[in-house]
């Protein structure tokens, strides 16, 4: 079975600094790769994806995410956060097949301090 | 213009109860979802319509019955509301096969007292 993991449930950063949210993998075959953000009391937002290509995947609001074959990982990065990132990540998998499920981890609180 | 609307917001309803959520998305999409958030901010997917065909049914209670009347809507229908029920339910769509994202809505936050 496809799944996503991510292994922090918060990451605590201050503003002006780099941040990471981490993300694995295991997926059967070439993954489809997603993350979301969702502010409090809100929906879910799409950042970016990887379906294909280039490793390093651009995103919305700054955000980039690099693909890793060799360590089944889908890392999150922004080289400075902002206090308004503030909110929680998920990674997602989207499953082969005619299901088109989308798969989701267990979500990363991401904290920045002012 | 709203890709995905979900109504209603806010659902505050008393134990044994029936009650029901509307989805509807306007992107032409031939795929939708219902998502459960739990306490945990767990998300797991629930239901999948493909052009109003059931796709993906879950380990999810009888008391929970989707409904498509078209591809552009997809409703959940819950019977005999339990405590454990209360949570936001998303609704999303997606266009399948294809490289496309999930479009969700603004979820639907249950309350069961």
């Known amino acids: 079975a496809q799944s996503v993991a991510q292994p922090e449930d918060q990451v605590n950063v201050a503003e002006g600094n780099p941040l990471t949210v981490k993300c694995t993998y295991s997926?059967?075959?070439?993954?489809?790769l997603f993350w979301y953000v969702q502010y409090p009391n809100r929906g879910l937002q799409f950042l970016l994806k990887?379906?294909?290509?280039?490793?390093l995947v651009k995103g919305s609001y700054g955000f980039e995410a690099e693909f890793n074959k060799s360590q089944t990982s889908f890392h999150l990065k922004k080289p400075s956060a902002l206090v308004s990132d503030s909110a929680l990540y998920f990674c997602?998998?989207?499953?082969?097949?005619?299901?088109?499920?989308?798969?989701f981890g267990t979500g990363t609180l991401l904290a920045v301090q002012p | 213009d709203t890709a995905v609307s979900q109504t209603p917001k806010y659902l505050v309803t008393q134990m044994g109860n029936d009650k029901s959520i509307k989805c509807e998305q306007n992107?032409?999409?031939?795929?939708m979802y219902w998502y459960k958030q739990d306490s945990k901010k767990f998300l797991k997917i629930m239901f999948s319509?493909?052009?109003?065909?059931?796709?993906i049914n879950e380990t999810v209670p009888n008391r929970f019955s989707p409904k498509s009347p078209d591809k552009a809507h997809l409703n959940l229908h819950i019977n005999s509301l339990e405590l454990g029920d209360s949570a936001v339910y998303f609704c999303?769509?997606?266009?399948?096969?294809?490289?496309?994202?999930?479009?969700f809505g603004p979820g639907t936050r249950l309350t069961v007292l």
């Open positions: 999303a769509s997606s266009q399948a096969g294809t490289s496309g994202d999930w479009v």
């Open positions: 997926v059967s075959g070439n993954p489809y």
């Open positions: 990887y379906i294909t290509g280039d490793n």
């Open positions: 997602a998998v989207r499953e082969p097949g005619a299901t088109n499920k989308l798969i």
């Open positions: 992107l032409g999409h031939d795929t």
């Open positions: 319509y493909n052009n109003k065909e059931l796709i």
